[in-house]
Each structure stands twice: as C-alpha cells, then as structure tokens.
C-alpha cells in the first residue's frame, strides 16, 4: 500500500520537475484541477462498477464494459450514474482514455480542453448543481498558455507528463481514510509556500488553521460553519477534522470566495475530503460588497451558524466600493462604519453578524485591530461593552508565507455571562524556525487550547482581564498592557558585585531544587556574609548529587514505570488498529493521555512530553498504522517494497529501483540486531581503512618537505591533483631502490598500505553488498517475535529515556541558573578595581618602552 506520506512526497516532486519556471500559483490550477478530474473519472466508474454489479477490479476491463454499456444504453445508463453522484463523465472524456491515447501515441491537447469543457454539461440540474458548475469552465486552466511550454508539441509533453502522474493513483479508495483530501490539502500548502505573497489569497496555514479549529471545535456543539473568506476551505475542513465522526456527517458547511480560482479550488477541496454535496454551500462572490447568506425565510436577515472562521485580507483598503451604510444590519452592533482605509473590522462585524447565539467564531487579524483609535477604536469599545470579546491570542511573526507581521486570533461570542474577563494569551514566544519562517509546534498548538479550555493563568503567558482593567487601559487591548513579559536574565545585585557571594534572594528563586532537594542545595552553600552564599562545591559535584539523590532517583522510576504502562498500552492498539478512520481518534487518545500521565509530576513540561508524542506520529506511526490498517501488522511487517532512488542529473535524471526495503520494519534495525556480527566486520574493516588514509596522508605531507628523508623516496610518487601517491610509481620506484635501504623501506610501506586499503575495499564493498541482499530477504522470514522486537524499538525506541529527561530538565536549568550566578558575583568590586590598576600599570609600562626604542631608533 502507498502511503500518505508517500503519495504527497511524489506528487510535490512530480510538482516541482514538470512546473519548470512556471509561477507556483499559476502552476497548482493545472495539477489541483486535474487531480480533481481524475477523482470525478475514477467515481464514475466505481459507480458503474457497483451499480451493474461487475466483481472485476481491473480498470481497463471496467472501462471497455462502461463503453460498451454506454453504446447499447446511452441516456439512461448516464442517467443512472448521474442520479447517484450528481455528475458522470463520459466514456470518451474518462482521464482513463487520456491514459490510453498517451500509450497509442494518439494523444491530443484538444481533448482534454474538450472533456473538461463537457464535464458541465453531464451536471444534473438539481439544487446540488451549484457545486459542480463552471469547476472547469470558469477556472483558470489554459492548456494554450506558452508557460507550459513554448509550442504545441512542448506543451503537449509536459501535459502528457501531468497527467501520467496521477495515473496509478485509485482516488476512490484514497478518499477511505481521507489520504485522498489530506493529500490536496498538503499541495495547496506547499504551493502556498512557494508563492510567496500570493499565498494570502487561497491558504491559511494549518498551524494557524489547528489553533483556531481546536478552539472552535471545543467550546460549541457544531452542526453548521460558515467561512466567509473561504480560500481553499483549509479552515473549514480542519474545524471539521476535529469533530466526532457523527459531528461530521451531519455538518453543513457555508463559503465565500472573490476570487474564482480559488472559488473552484474551494469546491474541489471540500468534495476531495468526502463532503456531500448537499452539505456544502459555496459562492463565488465579494463577502463586504453585500450580505450573504441571507435566510429564506426571514429576507434581510443573515442565516446564522455555529461556528464561524475566518482569515480574511489584512487592512483592505477601499472596501466599501458599494457605499454602504451603518444601518447595513452587518454594521449597526458597531454604531459606526470600519474605516475605509482598514477593512479589518469590516470582515468581523459580517462574521458576527452570522453568528449563532451560542456559537464560537474565530478570526486571524492584525495586532492594529486591537489598538488603533478612530472608528477602531469606537467599535473595539462597543465590543467590549456589549460583551463579544472573549480571547486575544497573540501569535509569532512570519508565521504566514505573504506577510512577516505578527497576527492574532480573535475569539468572539454572543452568549458570555456579564462580568466574564476577557482571556488574554501571549503565545508570540512559542516556535521553531524553519529557514525564513517561525513554525508553532504541537505542543505549542496544545498549550494555547487548554489555555483557552481552562481559561487559566499563567505568568508572563495568558491573563483574565476584567471590564474594569480593560476601560482603564481606554479599551486599547494590546497584549502587552496585560502581560508582562518574564525578565529572563536575573536583576543584578550591587552589594553582592561589591562585596561576593550570591544573594540568598537568588537562592530562593531555585523553587524546583528547593522543593526536590533542599537539603543538597544547603549543604552545596557557604555563607560569607548576612544574606550572601558562596558555592562549597564544583558545579559538576553538585550536579552529581542532585541528580543521584534518592528522591529523584524514586521520582525517575516512577515514570518509567507509568511511561512503560503507557507504551505497553498503546503498543497492542497500534498493532491492532483495522480501519484508518481509527488512527486519528488513536492518536488524539495518545496525546491527551501523555498530558494526563506527566501532570502527575510536579515541574514537569507537559508539553515537551506532548512534543514526544507527536513526533511519533509525525515521523512514523501515521505511515505505519495506515499500512497496518490495510492489511495487519504481521503481514506488513513481512512486507517488502522497491526503494526507489534519482540517478542521473539534468535530462539524464531517472528514478530506478535499488534494492527491497521493508513496509514497516526498517532495514536498519534488522541490520544492528539481526546481522551485528556482519555489521561489527565491517565496522572493524572501515576502522582500519581510516587509520591507513591517516598514515598515507601523513607520509604524504613528509614527503613535501623539501630536503626530508621522505621527499628523497616517495615524492616521485606523488599526484600533486590528487594529493595522494601513485601505485604504478611507487612499484616502478621500488625496483629502482636498493634493499635494506631507508627509502625503500619507505617505498615498500607505501606499497603495503596501498596494497591493503585495496584489498579491505574490495572486501568491504563485498560484505556490504553480501549484507544488504541478506537483509532484504530476510525482511520476508522475519517471525512474529523478532517484528515485535524491532517496531516496538522503531516507535518507542528512545522514549523512556526522554521522557525521563523531563524530571531532571528543570533542575539542571536551575543548575545553570546556579553556575551563572556563581560566575557573575565571583570576582568583586575591589578585587576588579585592583586588577584594572595592574592591567592599567602594564600597559603604562608598556608605552614607556615603546617611547624609549622609538627614541632610540631616531638616533640610529
């Protein structure tokens, strides 16, 4: 079975290499658009297939059967299909025919042009007619356009070379488990990414995407969401991830979107993640320019939803091009119009205008939205008053490909009770960097919701401002005027600079070794004065004793005994897991359970134990468990697949198979446990290697040396190119030396150490080879046992010893707090004054000399 994972890294580098220098966001409407027709080809014939009842599962057959069926039925075989799936596709318009003029050299751009510009005509004309309409014929796919290529044969290659990548891809059994969606979704990202300041238009990343859903998906019972600047739809497809599977099919789901590639992007999104059309409602038109979408039964009022996202532009200038008025209804909360210069507000009150009563919306903004004065401002008060804000969440920089500012999240509400504080979170600090970008962890995702869950506090992170500190602060809601960041560096202290010693006040700040092992930390302190310590031992003394301290010692067995409980736990659902629409709830299960185990310790990082587990699941266990699924863990782990390798560079460039690797086990680790007596050959081998290179290198650079006994022997030898010597001329020169001479011994050294790193690089080159055909067939006996042995090391291999780690992380910071302050107050003030005058005496005696041979030198 072909992975997620596997499928998305295929396609993006099929991306890459055929795209050539075309603009990444012009590039996506060609492979997303037909990626999307291959799934609306591959659903048409697995509804022919089921409804006529065919038991054949090869595709040629099933396509020769519906041509066939088609010419002896017509209309009422389309009809049929139509009935089921809203659309068909035509026999001859199939992405399956493509597939077969491009293997009969019959292959014809016009075609495909053709079939796509056809596919509105098979829609059916029903109220779900909507999401199928103009997909082709409104999009932006030009197969003319000369950045596929400069002439019509160019570009019929590379069209060729788009369509072939999709062509061993079933859409209809990637669509189990949504592989299929994920997939889209992965490529819309990464074209996103590579379209720099375009991106703003169709992608909100999925970090941001994660906060806002986890958020949403929490705090409401969810039945209808509405994105009124609905990009490619990432934002409603992540909230609806995080539903329950019966949340999810009773869903509905609302859209807007001005631009229409986008608009059609949306759409094949949405129907790519198994979303029906009757649950989907998306429009193709401007969000601000007049209100939608209204409800039918009430004129002039909107439809209201539970839950309702948005990241729309930022700072639209010129929004209000239809002259609205503030008794627009979307408007009169505010009282005032946004300003026209800024649409920010402007996308926030249509937002909460649709929201339901006890729904949750959330939307991404600039940080000026919560302090700039004006109209803002006016509106930013009348919000707080009538009660609306209910969380600002501050977010890190150059977390979006098109812009470096700095966003928040705005939570808003209709149903808080009076009184309620507004949840501040400071999460700006929280990230990794990954080249240009910041990048907000799991971990850091997971913080922010149980924050907001739990609407606690936390120094220097989150705060609960109440009504009356916010119209103190004039209603300015900018972060930092409710959370002080935490000063890291501690404050220093005159009295301990002048006279040594650490302040007894640092002391007390060490809170995790004051409550772990106070009494080591007293007996590791001398005091010099009221108030003022000096360390009695090394830093590495005190280290030591902390860390072998009995308590400690009983805190780290305690979590390997629960860490041990935890994985033997998840190790038998992992092996067990049938179906891969488990492996989220499964991996959802892991990682709030690790947050429950670890909160059992005091001064532990949930967090970074979260971070862990995440891990995990990023880097193996969501391949793995969606190849178990679809066999079962046994035969999977006996399963091998061809490793595919690039040779070749520029047009020579080719993909070749070089060798077997194992669907789940890896290679590697049958190699250490399995071959460690191969293994410990060749290592020794490999060893040896590297001391002779060493010796030769060495004689090389003797035999530089102009005038030394090795010049003398060995430097006609040397390949001054290549810096090494010369086989043929060391022998040539051997039988030129005379024997029991210095030189050639040297000589005959050379020869020998030549001689033998041959010899062990055949032999190496052999054993490697030996061992690698060993263990690709040994992937295929491997028994029951030894497949648990090597998984349980593949996924919870080094574990234990990390989350172990997490009890002695804090002391050892604290520790280092501890040397720090150690260094800081070790020399004092007098003791620096008096090595300033000897320094300064020095350099004074120092310039005299320098006067007296100047001096000198003038007389001479």
Same mark, same amino acid.
């Given at each position: ?30 492979? !997303? ?15 022919? =297939? ?55 050299? *019959? ?46 044969? /160019? ?13 061993? !891809? ?17 490529? $819309? ?14 992608? +909100?990343?999925?970090?941001?995407? *994660? ?80 209100? &939608? ?23 639209? =200038? ?33 937002? !909460? ?93 997971? =913080? ?21 500190? $916010? ?98 736990? #998840? ?88 060798? &077997? ?95 033998? %790193? ?11 080879? *030996? !061992? %690698?055909?060993?263990? /690709? *067939?040994?992937?295929?006996?491997? +028994? ?40 800081? #107050? ?29 001096? &000198?030198?003038?007389?001479?």
């Amino acid at each position: 079975m072909i992975t997620s994972d596997e499928i998305k890294k295929r396609l993006w580098d099929g991306a890459n290499e055929l795209r050539g220098s075309m603009d990444a966001s012009r590039y996506k409407d060609y492979m !997303l658009g037909l990626m999307f027709y291959k799934f609306l080809s591959d659903k048409t014939l697995d509804t022919f =297939k089921k409804t006529s009842g065919m038991k054949q599962n090869d595709e040629k057959e099933i396509v020769q059967a519906y041509r066939e069926a088609y010419e002896q039925y017509g209309e009422q075989l389309v009809s049929m299909i139509r009935n089921v799936l809203g659309y068909y596709v035509l026999p001859d318009n199939l992405y399956q025919t493509w597939l077969e003029d491009i293997r009969t050299g *019959e292959f014809e751009v016009q075609k495909v042009t053709d079939s796509l510009n056809s596919f509105e005509r098979t829609i059916a004309v029903t109220g779900d007619s909507d999401d199928f309409k103009g997909l082709f014929s409104n999009s932006t796919i030009d197969f003319t356009d000369t950045a596929l290529g400069s002439n019509l044969n /160019e570009r019929s290659k590379n069209i060729k070379s788009l369509i072939l990548l999709f062509a061993d !891809l079933n859409m209809v059994a990637l669509q189990k488990g949504d592989v299929l969606g994920d997939a889209y979704e992965y490529l $819309i990202g990464q074209f996103a990414m590579e379209s720099g300041k375009k991106a703003g238009e169709f992608y +909100t990343p999925h970090q941001v995407s *994660e906060v806002m859903a986890q958020i949403v998906a929490k705090t409401s019972k969810i039945e209808s969401i509405y994105d009124p600047t609905v990009g490619s739809g990432s934002l409603l497809l992540t909230v609806r991830k995080h539903l329950t599977e019966d949340a999810q099919k009773n869903l509905t789901y609302y859209g807007q979107e001005k631009n229409t590639a986008t608009y059609n992007l949306t759409r094949m999104n949405l129907l790519l993640h198994g979303v029906r059309p009757e649950k989907m409602t998306i429009r193709n038109g401007d969000t601000l320019a007049e209100d &939608w979408p209204e409800d039918p039964q009430r004129p002039n009022e909107g439809i209201q939803f539970d839950a309702v996202v948005m990241n729309p532009p930022y700072s639209v =200038k010129n929004w209000n091009k239809s002259d609205l008025k503030v008794s627009d209804p979307r408007f009169e909360i505010a009282g005032v119009l946004p300003p026209d210069s800024k649409g920010d507000y402007a996308f926030l009150l249509h937002g !909460l205008f649709h929201l339901g009563q006890h729904g949750t919306m959330a939307i991404v903004l600039p940080h000026g939205v919560l302090f700039r004065g004006g109209t803002e401002g006016e509106i930013r008060k009348r919000l707080v008053d009538k009660n609306r804000i209910d969380t600002i969440i501050g977010l890190p920089d150059k977390l979006f490909t098109n812009t470096g500012i700095p966003v928040a999240v705005i939570i808003l509400k209709k149903n808080r009770n009076i009184g309620d504080p507004v949840l501040m979170i400071d999460a700006s600090k929280d990230f990794i960097k990954v080249g240009k970008q910041n990048v907000l962890q799991e971990k850091d995702i997971a =913080k922010i919701a149980d924050t907001y869950t739990e609407r606690r506090e936390e120094k220097g992170y989150s705060h609960l401002a109440t009504r009356e500190e $916010i119209m103190k602060n004039e209603y300015n809601l900018n972060i930092p005027r409710y959370i002080e960041s935490i000063e890291e560096d501690i404050p220093h202290d005159v009295d301990a600079h002048l006279f040594g010693g650490i302040p007894r006040s640092n002391i007390a700040e060490l809170k995790v070794l004051q409550s772990t092992v106070p009494i080591i930390l007293e007996q590791s302190l001398k005091e010099i004065s009221d108030g003022y310590v000096v360390l009695s031992s090394s830093i590495d003394e005190i280290t030591k004793n902390v860390l072998n301290d009995p308590r400690v010692i009983e805190k780290s067995e305690e979590m390997e005994v629960k860490i041990t409980a935890y994985m033997n736990k #998840y190790w038998q659902a992992l092996k067990n897991i049938e179906d891969v629409n488990q492996i989220a709830e499964l991996k959802n299960e892991m990682l709030i359970e690790i947050k429950n185990v670890l909160s059992e310790f005091n001064h532990v990082d949930v967090y970074d134990g979260y971070q862990i587990i995440a891990e995990i699941w990023k880097n193996t266990l969501t391949d793995d468990t969606e190849i178990i699924a679809s066999s079962d863990f046994y035969t999977a782990g006996r399963t091998r697949v061809p490793r595919m390798v690039i040779k070749g560079t520029g047009k020579k460039k080719r993909i070749e198979q070089d060798g &077997w690797m194992g669907s789940i086990v890896p290679n590697t680790l049958i190699t250490k446990h399995l071959y460690s007596g191969e293994l410990a050959e060749i290592k020794a081998k490999k060893t040896r290697l590297q001391e002779i290179e060493t010796e030769l290198a060495d004689l090389v650079e003797a035999a530089k040396v102009e005038g030394s006994e090795e010049e003398f022997a060995l430097g006609e030898t040397l390949n001054d190119k290549e810096n090494a010597f010369l086989v043929g001329s060391v022998r040539a020169e051997l039988k030129e030396a005379k024997k029991d001479t210095a030189e050639y011994a040297l000589l005959k050294n050379v020869e020998s150490l030549l001689n033998e %790193k041959a010899t062990l690089n055949t032999k190496t080159n052999k054993l490697e080879k *030996e !061992l %690698k055909q060993a263990t /690709e *067939e040994r992937i295929l006996t491997l +028994t029951d046992d030894e497949i648990d042995h090597l998984m349980y090391e593949k996924w919870f291999g080094n574990v234990l010893e990390k989350m172990v780690r997490l009890i002695e992380n804090p002391l050892k910071e604290e520790l280092h707090t501890l040397e720090r302050l150690q260094e800081r #107050y070790s020399e004092t003030l007098s003791e620096m004054e008096k090595e300033s005058e000897r320094l300064e005496k020095q350099l004074e005696a120092m310039m005299q000399e320098l006067v007296v041979n100047e001096s &000198w030198n003038k007389r001479n």
